[in-house]
């Protein structure tokens, strides 16, 4: 039946999606160990809001993002000593029943950040500032994130949603909706579609790679906001560290041509503007450390 309504060409069959222990099989000697990650907690605030569950899925991959052994799903809840917000509960499924008196196993979850090369989030820049507040190891790793690292549209994805990727690039759904469970689906959206030989994993491999620059446009006047933020600057609201200014990420590449056009439309052809220049890898991207 599925296959007449597919060779109808009216109708697209999107079968469910049934979680893999291997996607290349045998393990090569060089093969890595990752460990992809979600988070839900009782809010979006990375500073105050406190871990309701856990989720994450240990996998072995290589240096061209193919992926090979995956080890089982594992979640816990945790109380977070608090009630969960009314609207959180309503999106997670998640209850006050559900995580009284629970907590995460700490060791567990220690011996995985230990084992890993590369911890991946699809959502890092929110998921990893929470587990460095909980634990604080993951500091200590590189990061990747399956949002912002990887080119969708390549692979025909118009958007990052995991449900979307799930069913656009993959033609599957799935109906979990525990940490774990998307946390399968993400590393699933990695490791099947395919660009000829290019999978969105080996796209994430490179990024995670480079180098990054944040170019921080400090002091410049408030008339030339409106021309940063078409050039791509985005705001910082200050912290210990930096005070509050405009901010562009650049290649080694792009940086000089940056601060060329950042002297003459923000500091007025100055030669020694009060710009500030930090670089960044996979070990402090999408953390707090970006900044403060």
């Given at each position: 039946m599925a296959a007449q309504l597919e060779a109808s060409e009216e109708y697209r069959v999107v079968r469910r999606f049934i979680p893999r222990t291997a996607y290349e099989t045998p393990s090569p000697p060089d093969v890595r160990r990752g460990l992809i990650v979600d988070v839900e907690t009782t809010g979006l605030d990375t500073t105050n809001d406190a871990i309701i569950e856990l989720g994450l899925v240990p996998f072995e991959f290589d240096a061209r993002g193919r992926v090979y052994v995956v080890d089982e799903a594992r979640s816990w809840f945790e109380d977070p000593g608090r009630p969960i917000p009314e609207d959180v509960a309503e999106l997670t499924g998640i209850t006050d029943e559900m995580v009284r008196g629970q907590r995460i196993d700490d060791a567990a979850v220690l011996r995985e950040i230990d084992r890993a090369v590369l911890v991946i989030a699809?959502?890092?820049?929110?998921?990893?500032?929470?587990?460095?507040?909980?634990?604080?190891?993951?500091?200590?790793?590189?990061?990747?994130?399956?949002?912002?690292?990887?080119?969708?549209?390549?692979?025909?994805?118009?958007?990052?949603?995991?449900?979307?990727?799930?069913?656009?690039?993959?033609?599957?759904?799935?109906?979990?909706?525990?940490?774990?469970?998307?946390?399968?689906?993400?590393?699933?959206?990695?490791?099947?579609?395919?660009?000829?030989?290019?999978?969105?994993?080996?796209?994430?491999?490179?990024?995670?790679?480079?180098?990054?620059?944040?170019?921080?446009?400090?002091?410049?006047?408030?008339?030339?906001?409106?021309?940063?933020?078409?050039?791509?600057?985005?705001?910082?609201?200050?912290?210990?560290?930096?005070?509050?200014?405009w901010y562009r990420d650049c290649t080694e590449a792009e940086l000089a041509i940056e601060q060329t056009w950042l002297r003459e439309h923000a500091y007025d052809g100055r030669q020694s503007p009060p710009w500030r220049v930090d670089k960044y890898t996979a070990k402090e991207r999408y953390s707090d450390r970006m900044g403060a």
């Open positions: 699809h959502n890092a820049g929110f998921d990893r500032r929470v587990l460095e507040r909980r634990f604080p190891a993951f500091a200590e790793k590189h990061w990747g994130c399956s949002v912002q690292e990887v080119a969708w549209p390549r692979f025909g994805c118009r958007g990052s949603k995991l449900e979307y990727l799930l069913f656009k690039a993959c033609g599957e759904f799935h109906t979990g909706h525990r940490a774990g469970d998307d946390c399968l689906a993400t590393l699933h959206v990695l490791a099947v579609p395919r660009d000829g030989d290019v999978s969105p994993l080996q796209l994430l491999l490179e990024q995670a790679r480079r180098i990054t620059y944040r170019l921080w446009a400090i002091g410049t006047p408030i008339e030339t906001k409106d021309q940063l933020k078409g050039r791509g600057y985005r705001w910082y609201p200050g912290g210990t560290r930096i005070p509050k200014c």
